[in-house]
């Protein structure tokens, strides 16, 4: 079974950057869609960015211009660069890979805290 793991979380004041990254335990092959998400206490799960095998993004309205997604295909890794970190942005950061046949594989989570 394959996992997916993350590292890069952490503490940091208002303002501050964070780097997440997120690779599979195992080589995979025909990797489509990867992305985050992130759930804060209280709230649904909802989506921060994806990129698609060839290259394309989509941000969530509230990280655009702040945050970005980027990728190793070749090692099926995938970061998310974090900048301008606000409160609001502390989560766990959940990374997500889709195969060819969209099934998802999803990583175990990673704290993200926005505190002066």
């Known amino acids: 079974q394959v996992q997916l793991v993350e590292s890069g979380g952490g503490l940091v004041q208002p303002g501050g950057s964070l780097r997440l990254s997120c690779a599979p335990s195992?080589?995979?092959?025909?990797?489509?869609?990867m992305g985050w998400y992130r759930q804060a206490p209280g709230k649904e799960r909802e989506l921060v960015a994806t990129?698609?095998?060839?290259?394309?993004?989509n941000y969530a309205d509230s990280v655009k211009g702040r945050f970005s997604i980027s990728r190793d295909n070749a090692k099926n890794t995938i970061y998310l660069q974090m900048n301008s970190l606000k409160p609001e942005d502390t989560a766990v950061y959940y990374c997500v890979l889709y195969d060819n046949i969209w099934q998802p594989y999803w990583g175990q989570g990673t704290q993200v805290t926005v505190s002066s």
């Open positions: 990129k698609t095998s060839g290259g394309s993004t």
């Open positions: 195992r080589v995979m092959y025909n990797v489509n869609t």
